[in-house]
């Protein structure tokens, strides 16, 4: 494995997920997808900007008609999250009656989910239903279901694979942790 370790700006990361781990669990959440929407035509929904890279890998895997949409949420300054979620929604696609997959880079306290989702239910989708690549069990706040989870982590902070630290890191094809 190249670049075990990567520092940015004044912080170290390690390696925790590597591409080829996010490539195997990404085919597997496609296949899932492939069987549960097929014929469904689904609408996956992109939470920008830290989804960008898992929806790009995720909706190749999927093999029958789908739309790809976009919004824009923000909640995160820095490493903490603020609690404070600003949905922009970008909504160029009507999602009236349609199977709606959100696909969110990675649920932490859950406030970003929990807030996006009531806002989605006034579109009257037919269905909706969480992809996150990964998954904070012990920060969640709220009870919120994702149905297709890549990895469940503890509750660190992470870069890489479309994931940022203050904008640097999203291009790193593996998953860093913060060291301690
Ligand atoms: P939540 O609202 O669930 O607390 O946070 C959701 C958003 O916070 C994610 O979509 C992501 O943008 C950001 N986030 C949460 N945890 C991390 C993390 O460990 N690393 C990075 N880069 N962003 C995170």
Do not use: W
């Amino acid at each position: 494995m190249k670049n075990k370790t990567v520092r940015l700006r004044e912080l170290n990361f390690s390696v925790t997920k590597t591409r080829e781990q996010i490539a195997a669990r990404v085919r597997q959440i496609g296949a899932n997808l492939n069987l549960d929407y097929a014929n469904k035509k689904p609408v996956f929904l992109a939470v920008l900007n830290g989804a960008y890279v898992f929806t790009a890998d995720l909706v190749r895997e999927f093999e029958g008609e789908c739309e790809v949409a976009f919004v824009k949420l923000s909640s995160y300054a820095g490493k903490e999250s603020t609690g404070d979620v600003a949905t922009r929604i970008g909504l160029a696609t009507s999602i009236k009656n349609r199977h709606v997959i959100i696909t969110e880079d990675i649920v932490d306290t859950g406030n970003t989910m929990h807030k996006f989702l009531r806002e989605l239910e006034e579109f009257e989708p037919a269905s909706v239903e969480i992809a996150a690549l990964l998954v904070k069990p012990d920060a969640l706040l709220h009870d919120i279901s994702v149905r297709y989870v890549g990895f469940n982590i503890p509750p660190d902070f992470v870069i890489g694979y479309g994931l940022d630290y203050d904008g640097l890191g999203r291009n790193l094809p593996d998953i860093y942790t913060l060291e301690e």
